[in-house]
């Protein structure tokens, strides 16, 4: 982080001040200015003069607030998990589909092609243009009770959902579990208090929002990854010309060894003991489920809500097919 910081820092100095173009911009980061999302926007923001655009950042602790802010006008761009800005970008906003992305690799792969210029077309959507994507970590589901540790123990279980998510939604009732609407600001409370019995987040959020209190000796850390969380930068696509719009993309992209190594030290510091480990063959019927429900998800069939994109799901598909030839998946009929 430092290394890049000091290259920014030079190439800020070296750009032309005078064409600077000065863009706020609502952030959100659980922790506030102190978080570590905050910061790497930060780094980003550093970068960024170097282009001749000066980012006037704002923290927010409610990224409910935050998004209200920049629909209000009060902010030119906002950075916020894609789970929230999936309304601005549907086709970007569907990088967290259920199961999609089961691991950091295949993320890789996706967000070096959504960098490549070629890509920037689908960058915009209903007025307006993702400028940056940066990994926030996967996120898994934590439970008070280790025996929590299938699809079926899930029946009859109070689960903290955040209540715009309706993926989440979905798939909570699909397993039969008990939907506690809760937002940003109050599941992780909700699970540390036994108010529910289930939570899903990623790895940061044990220290930082104290998810081992609700753990306790008795519960754990499901080891899989339900969803793939990204944090993404939106504006109007009239704020940055396609030029500099395009160049603040592969800023973004230019952080990804950052927020990895930000993201794997997170998930490193959890106790070994904290994790449960499930058996492959159980892993497999799952990425299948998943599957099934994301097609619904993709065409609103059986109640389900239609809220990902079909070219991403397809770009997902082809991804995971690249990495692993041999799944099932690859050569079914109904393939995304």
């Not at 906002?78 to 569907?94: E, K, L, Q, W, Y």
Request: proline content about 5%.
């Amino acid at each position: 982080m430092i290394r890049n910081s000091l290259t920014a820092l030079t190439l800020a100095a070296v750009a032309p001040l005078a064409s600077a173009q000065t863009v706020s911009m609502c952030v959100f980061d659980v922790i506030g200015a102190n978080g570590d999302f905050y910061n790497m926007v930060k780094d980003y923001a550093l970068e960024m003069k170097a282009h001749g655009v000066d980012f006037n950042l704002k923290p927010y602790t409610d990224e409910g607030v935050a998004v209200g802010d920049f629909n209000a006008g009060q902010c030119d761009a906002v950075a916020a998990t894609d789970i929230r800005t999936r309304p601005f970008n549907r086709f970007t906003g569907s990088i967290s589909a259920v199961g999609a992305l089961p691991t950091y690799d295949d993320l890789e792969t996706l967000l070096a092609t959504l960098a490549q210029p070629k890509a920037a077309p689908l960058m915009k959507e209903n007025g307006y243009e993702v400028l940056g994507i940066v990994p926030a970590g996967a996120g898994y589901l934590f439970v008070n009770d280790r025996s929590i540790d299938t699809a079926g123990e899930l029946a009859g279980k109070r689960m903290a959902t955040l209540d715009y998510q309706k993926d989440a939604i979905h798939m909570v009732n699909f397993v039969k579990a008990t939907v506690v609407p809760s937002d940003i600001t109050n599941f992780a409370g909700k699970f540390n208090n036994g108010s529910v019995d289930t939570a899903y987040a990623p790895a940061f959020a044990y220290e930082a929002l104290e998810l081992y209190k609700g753990i306790g000796e008795q519960g754990g850390i499901v080891d899989y990854p339900l969803a793939q969380l990204t944090i993404q930068i939106i504006a109007k696509d009239d704020v940055l010309k396609d030029e500099t719009a395009q160049q603040a993309r592969e800023v973004a992209w230019g952080m990804f060894p950052q927020a990895m190594n930000l993201i794997s030290g997170q998930e490193e510091a959890i106790p070994e003991d904290k994790w449960v480990r499930i058996p492959e063959q159980d892993i497999q019927g799952y990425q299948e489920m998943f599957r099934q429900n994301r097609l619904e998800m993709r065409d609103g069939l059986n109640g389900a809500p239609d809220v990902y994109h079909p070219k991403m799901l397809g770009l997902l598909s082809k991804i995971r097919c690249a990495s692993n030839p041999a799944a099932s998946e690859c050569t079914a009929a109904n393939r995304e």
